[in-house]
Protein backbone atom coordinates (compact mmCIF):
# COMPACT_ATOMS: atom_id res chain seq x y z
CA UNK A 1 0.00 0.00 0.00
CA UNK A 2 2.79 2.43 0.84
CA UNK A 3 4.14 1.77 -3.18
CA UNK A 4 1.19 2.42 -4.56
CA UNK A 5 0.87 6.16 -2.43
CA UNK A 6 4.18 7.34 -3.71
CA UNK A 7 3.39 6.19 -7.16
CA UNK A 8 0.12 8.35 -7.31
CA UNK A 9 1.76 11.33 -5.38
CA UNK A 10 3.40 12.82 -8.73
CA UNK A 11 0.54 12.48 -10.28
CA UNK A 12 -2.99 14.38 -11.03
CA UNK A 13 -6.24 13.88 -9.89
CA UNK A 14 -7.45 12.50 -13.25
CA UNK A 15 -4.14 10.77 -13.18
CA UNK A 16 -4.77 9.42 -9.87
CA UNK A 17 -8.00 8.05 -10.80
CA UNK A 18 -7.04 6.49 -14.09
CA UNK A 19 -4.01 4.46 -12.67
CA UNK A 20 -6.07 3.36 -9.42
CA UNK A 21 -8.75 1.81 -12.03
CA UNK A 22 -6.35 0.26 -14.13
CA UNK A 23 -4.41 -1.00 -10.46
CA UNK A 24 -7.73 -2.60 -9.19
CA UNK A 25 -8.93 -3.90 -12.52
CA UNK A 26 -5.62 -5.98 -13.01
CA UNK A 27 -6.02 -7.33 -9.51
CA UNK A 28 -9.98 -8.00 -9.59
CA UNK A 29 -9.07 -9.62 -13.18
CA UNK A 30 -6.17 -12.16 -11.51
CA UNK A 31 -8.66 -12.98 -8.53
CA UNK A 32 -11.59 -13.87 -11.00
CA UNK A 33 -9.58 -16.32 -12.30
CA UNK A 34 -8.15 -17.77 -9.40
CA UNK A 35 -11.38 -18.13 -8.47
CA UNK A 36 -12.60 -19.84 -11.93
CA UNK A 37 -9.19 -22.31 -11.62
CA UNK A 38 -10.29 -22.96 -8.01
CA UNK A 39 -13.89 -24.05 -9.26
CA UNK A 40 -12.69 -25.97 -11.91
CA UNK A 41 -10.18 -27.90 -9.71
CA UNK A 42 -13.00 -28.36 -6.60
CA UNK A 43 -15.47 -29.42 -9.73
CA UNK A 44 -13.19 -31.96 -11.28
CA UNK A 45 -12.32 -33.62 -7.62
CA UNK A 46 -16.30 -33.86 -6.70
CA UNK A 47 -16.60 -35.67 -9.98
CA UNK A 48 -13.80 -38.02 -10.18
CA UNK A 49 -14.91 -41.82 -10.12
CA UNK A 50 -13.81 -43.32 -7.20
CA UNK A 51 -12.43 -47.21 -7.58
CA UNK A 52 -14.61 -49.61 -5.23
CA UNK A 53 -12.92 -52.70 -6.74
CA UNK A 54 -10.14 -54.20 -8.45
CA UNK A 55 -10.69 -57.33 -10.90
CA UNK A 56 -7.84 -58.84 -12.58
CA UNK A 57 -8.65 -62.46 -14.70
CA UNK A 58 -5.70 -64.04 -15.16
CA UNK A 59 -5.13 -67.23 -17.35
CA UNK A 60 -4.71 -69.01 -20.48
CA UNK A 61 -6.70 -67.55 -23.16
CA UNK A 62 -8.77 -65.44 -21.54
CA UNK A 63 -9.48 -62.20 -23.67
CA UNK A 64 -10.52 -58.70 -23.04
CA UNK A 65 -14.40 -59.47 -24.51
CA UNK A 66 -14.05 -61.96 -21.28
CA UNK A 67 -13.34 -59.65 -19.16
CA UNK A 68 -15.65 -56.71 -20.02
CA UNK A 69 -18.78 -59.07 -20.12
CA UNK A 70 -17.64 -59.80 -16.18
CA UNK A 71 -18.02 -55.98 -15.68
CA UNK A 72 -20.77 -55.58 -16.75
CA UNK A 73 -22.22 -58.42 -14.30
CA UNK A 74 -20.41 -56.97 -11.81
CA UNK A 75 -21.90 -53.35 -12.50
CA UNK A 76 -25.04 -54.86 -11.67
CA UNK A 77 -24.65 -56.43 -8.17
CA UNK A 78 -22.49 -53.63 -6.95
CA UNK A 79 -23.33 -50.35 -8.74
CA UNK A 80 -26.25 -50.30 -10.52
CA UNK A 81 -28.46 -50.90 -7.30
CA UNK A 82 -26.60 -47.85 -5.49
CA UNK A 83 -27.10 -45.72 -8.79
CA UNK A 84 -24.18 -43.73 -7.75
CA UNK A 85 -22.34 -41.68 -10.74
CA UNK A 86 -18.94 -41.68 -8.63
CA UNK A 87 -18.23 -45.37 -8.33
CA UNK A 88 -16.49 -47.54 -10.74
CA UNK A 89 -15.02 -50.97 -10.77
CA UNK A 90 -12.50 -52.32 -13.39
CA UNK A 91 -11.88 -55.43 -14.87
CA UNK A 92 -8.39 -56.49 -16.55
CA UNK A 93 -7.49 -59.45 -18.69
CA UNK A 94 -3.96 -61.07 -18.49
CA UNK A 95 -3.63 -64.03 -21.00
CA UNK A 96 -0.92 -66.38 -19.55
CA UNK A 97 -0.76 -68.47 -22.43
CA UNK A 98 1.78 -67.08 -24.94
CA UNK A 99 4.19 -65.11 -22.00
CA UNK A 100 7.32 -67.10 -23.12
CA UNK A 101 6.95 -65.93 -26.80
CA UNK A 102 5.87 -62.53 -26.79
CA UNK A 103 7.76 -59.43 -25.12
CA UNK A 104 4.20 -57.73 -24.88
CA UNK A 105 2.91 -60.15 -22.72
CA UNK A 106 5.61 -60.36 -20.44
CA UNK A 107 5.40 -56.42 -20.51
CA UNK A 108 1.23 -56.99 -18.96
CA UNK A 109 2.13 -59.71 -16.32
CA UNK A 110 4.96 -57.28 -15.24
CA UNK A 111 2.46 -54.51 -14.93
CA UNK A 112 -0.05 -56.61 -12.68
CA UNK A 113 2.77 -57.22 -10.33
CA UNK A 114 3.05 -53.15 -10.21
CA UNK A 115 -0.57 -52.97 -10.03
CA UNK A 116 -1.09 -55.50 -7.16
CA UNK A 117 2.03 -53.46 -5.08
CA UNK A 118 0.56 -50.30 -5.95
CA UNK A 119 -2.75 -51.90 -4.23
CA UNK A 120 -5.31 -51.42 -7.19
CA UNK A 121 -6.01 -55.27 -7.29
CA UNK A 122 -8.48 -56.66 -4.94
CA UNK A 123 -9.86 -59.80 -6.51
CA UNK A 124 -7.91 -61.98 -9.06
CA UNK A 125 -10.11 -64.60 -11.42
CA UNK A 126 -7.06 -67.47 -11.98
CA UNK A 127 -6.77 -71.08 -13.77
CA UNK A 128 -5.55 -73.25 -11.43
CA UNK A 129 -1.56 -73.03 -13.08
CA UNK A 130 -1.75 -69.43 -11.91
CA UNK A 131 -3.43 -69.79 -8.64
CA UNK A 132 -0.72 -72.12 -8.00
CA UNK A 133 1.74 -69.95 -8.80
CA UNK A 134 0.31 -67.02 -6.44
CA UNK A 135 -0.14 -69.46 -4.00
CA UNK A 136 3.31 -71.21 -3.86
CA UNK A 137 4.56 -68.92 -0.70
CA UNK A 138 0.88 -68.63 1.25
CA UNK A 139 1.65 -65.06 1.45
CA UNK A 140 0.13 -63.68 -1.67
CA UNK A 141 -3.20 -64.05 -1.15
CA UNK A 142 -5.59 -63.34 1.62
CA UNK A 143 -7.18 -66.22 4.23
CA UNK A 144 -10.85 -66.21 3.09
CA UNK A 145 -12.25 -68.22 5.80
CA UNK A 146 -12.22 -64.95 7.53
CA UNK A 147 -15.35 -64.05 4.97
CA UNK A 148 -18.54 -65.99 5.86
CA UNK A 149 -19.49 -67.08 2.74
CA UNK A 150 -16.17 -67.90 1.26
CA UNK A 151 -16.06 -69.73 4.77
CA UNK A 152 -18.78 -71.93 4.15
CA UNK A 153 -18.56 -71.82 0.37
CA UNK A 154 -20.15 -74.74 -1.39
CA UNK A 155 -17.47 -75.81 -3.94
CA UNK A 156 -14.07 -76.49 -4.05
CA UNK A 157 -11.86 -74.41 -1.91
CA UNK A 158 -7.96 -73.94 -1.56
CA UNK A 159 -5.23 -73.77 1.08
CA UNK A 160 -1.26 -73.17 1.12
CA UNK A 161 0.40 -76.24 1.81
CA UNK A 162 2.39 -74.33 4.74
CA UNK A 163 -1.30 -74.08 6.69
CA UNK A 164 -4.36 -75.54 5.15
CA UNK A 165 -6.70 -74.14 8.15
CA UNK A 166 -6.65 -71.56 5.46
CA UNK A 167 -8.51 -70.73 2.34
CA UNK A 168 -6.95 -68.55 0.10
CA UNK A 169 -9.12 -69.73 -2.75
CA UNK A 170 -12.57 -71.15 -4.06
CA UNK A 171 -13.98 -72.79 -7.39
CA UNK A 172 -15.86 -70.21 -9.03
CA UNK A 173 -16.47 -71.95 -11.93
CA UNK A 174 -20.39 -72.54 -12.06
CA UNK A 175 -21.37 -68.92 -10.38
CA UNK A 176 -23.64 -67.38 -13.14
CA UNK A 177 -21.95 -64.19 -13.11
CA UNK A 178 -19.05 -65.58 -14.85
CA UNK A 179 -20.03 -67.62 -17.93
CA UNK A 180 -18.16 -65.82 -20.06
CA UNK A 181 -15.12 -67.14 -18.41
CA UNK A 182 -16.49 -71.13 -19.20
CA UNK A 183 -14.99 -71.18 -22.24
CA UNK A 184 -11.38 -70.64 -20.27
CA UNK A 185 -9.64 -73.75 -18.58
CA UNK A 186 -11.33 -75.10 -15.59
CA UNK A 187 -11.33 -74.70 -12.72
CA UNK A 188 -11.75 -70.75 -12.46
CA UNK A 189 -10.39 -69.70 -8.82
CA UNK A 190 -11.22 -66.86 -6.99
CA UNK A 191 -8.66 -65.46 -4.83
CA UNK A 192 -8.14 -61.78 -2.98
CA UNK A 193 -4.24 -60.29 -2.73
CA UNK A 194 -3.29 -60.14 0.92
CA UNK A 195 -2.76 -56.18 0.13
CA UNK A 196 -6.31 -55.36 -0.56
CA UNK A 197 -7.65 -52.20 1.34
CA UNK A 198 -11.48 -52.85 0.04
CA UNK A 199 -12.27 -55.84 2.06
CA UNK A 200 -15.40 -54.03 2.63
CA UNK A 201 -16.45 -54.55 -1.07
CA UNK A 202 -15.17 -58.00 -1.29
CA UNK A 203 -17.56 -58.80 1.63
CA UNK A 204 -20.68 -57.72 -0.19
CA UNK A 205 -19.71 -59.30 -3.29
CA UNK A 206 -19.36 -62.54 -1.89
CA UNK A 207 -22.99 -62.42 -0.87
CA UNK A 208 -23.85 -62.37 -4.27
CA UNK A 209 -21.68 -65.05 -5.49
CA UNK A 210 -22.91 -67.64 -2.76
Known sequence: MKQLRERLKPLSTKGKI??????????FIVAI???VFLA???????????????????GANVTDSQANDVQKELEKLLLDS???????????SYNTSDVA????????IQKLAAEIAAKEVDVLLVDEETFHQ??????????????KDFKDWNGPKYSPEQDTSKITGVDV???PIFTSLT????PLILAVVTNTERLDVVKELSHFLK
Do not use: A
Request: glycine share 6%; no cysteine.
Open 101 to 108: DNPVSVER
Open 173 to 175: SNV
Open 33 to 35: VII
Open 18 to 27: EYLIQYYSFH
Open 82 to 92: KQSQNEKLSVI
Open 134 to 147: FNQDGTNLYDLSSI
Open 40 to 58: MGIHTFTNQQKEILGVRVV
Open 183 to 186: GSPK
